[in-house]
T-cell receptor, first 116, second 117 residues
Framework: AQKITQTQPGMFVQEKEAVTLDCTYD???????LFWYKQPSSGEMIFLIY??????QNATEGRYSLNFQKARKSANLVISASQLGDSAMYFC?????????????FGKGTKLTVNP | SAVISQKPSRDICQRGTSLTIQCQVD?????MFWYRQQPGQSLTLIAT?????????ESGFVIDKFPISRPNLTFSTLTVSNMSPEDSSIYLC??????????????FGPGTRLTVL
């Protein structure tokens, strides 16, 4: 069963507008972490934001915020004031403990295109 | 944060040959991870490398195909052995380097883009 689901293969947004990228997850662990990464065409994976399962507040990092709804098992990324440089693939990932080792499991990604 | 470098950044190789990818971190880290990203796909964990012990491989990946070294706390290598075109991927090195504890941030190197002919 897929553990991280990103239902939007592609998203379009106008420059300066906000956009929400969806992510739902599946885990039976009580302690886990959720990550968002940006991957431009160059291929590097850029860490954007992290949310711990026990964090009371939604994580924010500059223009990025994570809308964490634990009961719904969703961890959507909100990008405010989109910029042309935000065009990239975005991956949601979950850290979980499997067999005593921690590992990241990634979703399939969402391709964001910011239009001028 | 951690600064991670990888060598080579890209390579084109002939089938049947092997390529060793290096990963260097600017600080000491306990765990280093190697991922593969096949064209148009997401990332898949190959193995976890801890210094002083053998790497732990994920299902579908074996040591004979992807031998890993971890000689110290800042360096690791991944070898892709006896390559075939199906090995054409981006290979990424990653480390835990949290500011609030080791679980809150995982950084990636720039990746090695491998093409096998």
């Amino acid at each position: 069963a897929q553990k991280i689901t990103q239902t939007q293969p592609g998203m379009f947004v106008q420059e300066k507008e906000a956009v929400t990228l969806d992510c739902t997850y599946d885990t039976s662990d009580q302690s886990y972490g959720l990550f968002w990464y940006k991957q431009p065409s160059s291929g590097e994976m850029i860490f954007l934001i992290y949310q711990g399962s026990y964090d009371e507040q939604n994580a924010t990092e500059g223009r990025y915020s994570l809308n964490f709804q634990k009961a719904r098992k969703s961890a959507n990324l909100v990008i405010s004031a989109s910029q042309l440089g935000d065009s990239a693939m975005y991956f949601c990932a979950m850290r979980e403990n499997q067999g005593g080792s921690e590992k990241l499991v990634f979703g399939k990604g969402t391709k964001l295109t910011v239009n001028p | 944060s951690a600064v991670i470098s990888q060598k080579p950044s890209r390579d084109i190789c002939q089938r049947g040959t092997s390529l060793t990818i290096q990963c260097q971190v600017d600080s000491q880290v306990t765990m280093m991870f190697w991922y593969r990203q096949q064209p148009g796909q997401s990332l898949t964990l190959i193995a976890t490398a801890n210094q002083g012990s053998e790497a732990t491989y994920e299902s579908g990946f074996v040591i004979d195909k992807f031998p890993i070294s971890r000689p110290n706390l800042t360096f690791s290598t991944l070898t892709v052995s006896n390559m075939s075109p199906e090995d054409s991927s981006i290979y990424l090195c990653s480390v835990d380097a949290g500011d609030r504890g080791w679980t809150d941030t995982q950084y990636f190197g720039p990746g090695t883009r491998l093409t096998v002919l």
